[in-house]
């Protein structure tokens, strides 16, 4: 007999002790009670990374348990790093012994997982070298690695490609440098804040992301010895410093787990207080999911989201960098647009093929059209882009149950908003990819009332 496929689903699954690979759902029940949600996944891992730079341990606060730590717990352990967990939620990181890995090391641990490619300052810091294999990640369109690429070598490092993946050197040490990024990537972003800090001189880096996780980042920086401030208009200066020491942090609460729920809560005609969710980091969701005829009470220890009754109304959304609609909202939210009256129009200006989970929701009843090259409108602020997407969603229209599989980590927690308002029954598959980056999602779903069991 074969032996069976292990996929990064699998892997991912296990890495947080996930014992099934499929949840069985029984839906159209409203979801009600209250979650919590810790530390943010797109800053802790990052987090975990900075520690490398530090001569002293570090102590990161509010980790979330979820499969994504646990590589760039691998990959700092292969590094020579000691990563301790006192408590749950918290990591103890002590960068005295790093070490050189090996190509076949890293690749292994790294599974599906973009965080190596941020090791590369680091690294080229600590070590002289750095080896990153081929990235995987979400297939959600093409996330070319170019920008970290262009920005190392501005730096001084020497970038060589092989069939492994890329060899990063750096003979002369690494320099301050101009950079302007031609889009304001996150990742780019935090590849030149991690670079940047040890560098000999300024680096002054225009068009840069300024998500509240990079925000969040500089914070843990300047806590370690680093010297950045900020200029209008997407610019940041960086004077390098010639040694920083670990830092202790609370990571920032996970906005994007927290608008997952709320959509939730909307789609299943329910309610959810999400602890630990704030009002600043979310105001722009805010306004959406109310335009939508979402009702939210703002608490000091987290925010209250419900459907309120009556008719859900459409909306027209834009995705954009911060400030604006994160890309990571729009596939959850578009659950609960199938059952607003009318028309609605979700433009996605960030990634081109992030619609590819739409056609499971269609085979489960939805009204969803997506036009491959975008669509004009007077309305719209975001300027056009090239290869953007956009999704019409017309309903109402009852969803009903379906056996379909998780695509990515974002379009898999949808599916399991869709299976959870849908009358009937669903199969949900692959649900390992939802761990990178929800923690202890059946246990949530189980606190709230949901009807499900899982198989293996």
């Given at each position: ?14 890495r947080?002790g996930?014992t ?22 797109n800053?802790a ?5 900075a ?7 570090s ?8 499969s994504d730590?646990?590589?760039v ?16 939620g918290?990591?103890?990181l002590?960068?005295?012994n790093v070490e050189?890995?090996?190509f076949?090391q ?6 599906s997982?973009r ?8 690294l ?6 750095a ?6 990640g ?8 170019d ?11 020497i970038?060589d ?8 050197t750096?003979p002369?040490?690494?320099k301050?440098?101009?950079?302007d ?13 991690l670079?940047a800090?040890?560098a000999?001189?300024?680096t ?9 996780e ?6 843990i920086?300047q ?17 390098g410093v010639e040694k ?10 996970d ?5 997952s729920w709320a959509?939730?809560a ?7 207080f999400?602890?630990g969710?704030?009002?600043?980091e979310?105001?722009?969701f ?5 335009k939508?005829?979402g009702a ?25 960098v ?27 200006t960030?990634y ?8 499971a929701?269609?085979?489960m009843?939805?009204d969803?059209?997506v036009h ?11 300027p056009r882009?090239?290869l953007e997407?956009a999704a019409?969603?017309?309903?109402p229209t009852?969803?009903h ?9 974002r379009?898999?927690?949808?599916y399991?908003?869709a ?6 029954r ?12 929800y923690?202890?999602?059946g246990e ?6 949901a ?5 293996s």
């Amino acid at each position: 007999m074969a032996a069976p496929l292990v996929t990064d689903a699998h892997r991912a699954g296990q890495r947080v002790g996930l014992t099934f690979d499929k949840l069985v759902i029984d839906g159209g029940k409203p979801l009600r009670g209250r979650v919590d949600v810790r530390g943010a996944k797109n800053l802790a891992t990052k987090a975990m990374v900075a520690a490398l730079l530090a001569d002293t341990p570090s102590t990161l606060l509010d980790v979330p348990d979820i499969s994504d730590v646990k590589v760039v717990t691998g990959m700092l352990e292969a590094y020579g790093v000691s990563v301790a967990s006192p408590e749950p939620g918290t990591l103890i990181l002590d960068p005295a012994n790093v070490e050189r890995a090996h190509f076949a090391q890293i690749d292994a641990l790294a599974g599906s997982s973009r965080i190596p490619i941020l090791f590369c300052g680091p690294l080229l810091h600590r070590l002289g070298e750095a080896l990153i294999p081929d990235l995987g990640g979400c297939r959600i369109g093409d996330r070319p690695i170019d920008f970290h690429m262009d920005a190392l070598r501005a730096f001084g490092a020497i970038v060589d490609k092989s069939y492994e993946g890329f060899r990063l050197t750096a003979p002369n040490g690494l320099k301050g440098a101009f950079i302007d990024l031609p889009y304001p990537s996150v990742g780019a972003t935090e590849q030149v804040l991690l670079t940047a800090v040890l560098a000999e001189g300024v680096t002054e880096l225009k068009n840069a992301a300024i998500e509240p996780e990079i925000m969040d980042l500089v914070a843990i920086l300047q806590k370690m010895g680093a010297i950045i401030w900020m200029e209008p208009n997407r610019t940041i200066f960086i004077e390098g410093v010639e040694k920083l020491h670990g830092y202790t942090h609370r990571a920032l609460f996970d906005r994007n787990e927290a608008a997952s729920w709320a959509s939730a809560a909307l789609a299943t005609r329910g309610d959810i207080f999400v602890a630990g969710a704030k009002q600043q980091e979310l105001m722009t969701f805010l306004n959406v999911f109310r335009k939508a005829g979402g009702a939210f009470d703002v608490r000091e220890d987290g925010i209250r989201f419900w459907h309120p009754g009556g008719a859900l109304k459409p909306v027209q959304v834009e995705t954009d960098v911060h400030p604006g609609f994160m890309t990571d909202w729009q596939q959850p939210l578009i659950i609960a647009l199938t059952q607003a009256e009318g028309v609605s129009v979700v433009h996605e200006t960030v990634y081109e093929n992030r619609f590819g989970f739409t056609s499971a929701l269609v085979d489960m009843g939805a009204d969803i059209v997506v036009h491959k090259d975008g669509l004009e409108s007077i309305t719209r602020r975001v300027p056009r882009r090239p290869l953007e997407q956009a999704a019409v969603i017309t309903g109402p229209t009852p969803l009903h149950g379906a056996d379909v599989v998780v695509p990515d980590l974002r379009g898999g927690f949808s599916y399991l908003i869709a299976a959870l308002a849908a009358r009937g029954r669903s199969t949900i598959s692959n649900v390992g990819i939802i761990s990178r980056g929800y923690e202890h999602f059946g246990e949530k779903l189980e606190a709230l009332g949901a009807d499900f069991t899982v198989e293996s």
